[in-house]
């Protein structure tokens, strides 16, 4: 699988550099986005603007991807979702799931307003 990854200083940026990402690929996919929550970064933002195709199990890399980022309070965002894809995650109702944008810019600003939000959850906790 190809790809490249921009490491900024609040969250990653993952392009798969593919058109499709189904069975072959899916599992690459996942094993990259546990690596990378395993190195320590809680934001991801996976840029999907390369990929015109996803199967079953590119949907569930990206179910994966959505859970573990979420785990500890991070965010996973997918950014620049084709229309043959996008219809797809309508069909499967993951577009109510996931969390997705148009630009990276809108990417940037959703994990600057994540940050925010739950830098005030905490500040409520502590005061509690």
Sequence with gaps: MKYSIDKKEQY???????????SLLAPVLKSEL???HAEG????VLDMSEVKYVDSSGLSALLVGDREFGKNGGVFIISGVQDHVMKLLKISMLDKKLNLVSSLEEASEAIFMHAIESGEEEEE???G
């Design 41 to 44: 970064f809680e934001n991801l």
């Design 12 to 22: 990653v940026i993952f392009t798969p550099q593919e058109e499709k990402l189904d």
């Design 125 to 127: 906790e502590e005061e």
């Design 34 to 36: 546990l690596t990378i």
